[in-house]
């Protein structure tokens, strides 16, 4: 992703799971594009929450540190989700994967189209 050009951007949940039927978990979605707007590291031109998937339409305009913005969105997220769901146990055993790097997977990114105007 370039800085300064306008992406549509999909971030599905991990086996399609309705993970984002809760409103605390659209929350925190919401929350970390909040923060990374703040930091005018990204513009949020749209957006919509399903229950299993977001999508964006999204300027980059800055690193998050050294990251481009949407790998702090999906890391904060996917921390905010973790820890909501240890008060469900049987909710977060649904994301657990059997990775050298995580114990958890809550999404990926499945599409990233560049507009061009």
């Not at 703040?38 to 300027?59: E, K, T, Y």
């Not at 989700?81 to 059997?98: D, G, H």
């Not at 050298?100 to 507009?115: E, P, Q, R, T």
Request: charged content about 20%.
């Amino acid at each position: 992703m370039n800085r300064g050009d306008i992406y549509f951007w999909t971030a599905t949940i991990y086996k399609w799971n309705y993970l984002l039927k809760d409103d605390a978990c659209k929350i925190n979605v919401i929350d970390s594009l909040r923060f990374l707007s703040q930091r005018q590291c990204i513009d949020v031109f749209a957006f919509v929450i399903m229950p299993n998937h977001i999508h964006l339409v999204w300027r980059i305009n800055d690193l998050n540190g050294k990251e481009l913005p949407q790998g702090p969105l999906l890391k904060y997220t996917a921390q905010a989700f973790k820890k909501l769901l240890k008060t469900t146990p049987a909710m977060l055993e649904m994301y657990v994967v059997n990775a050298g790097n995580k114990a958890y997977d809550f999404g990926n990114v499945i599409l990233c189209y560049s507009f061009i105007f």
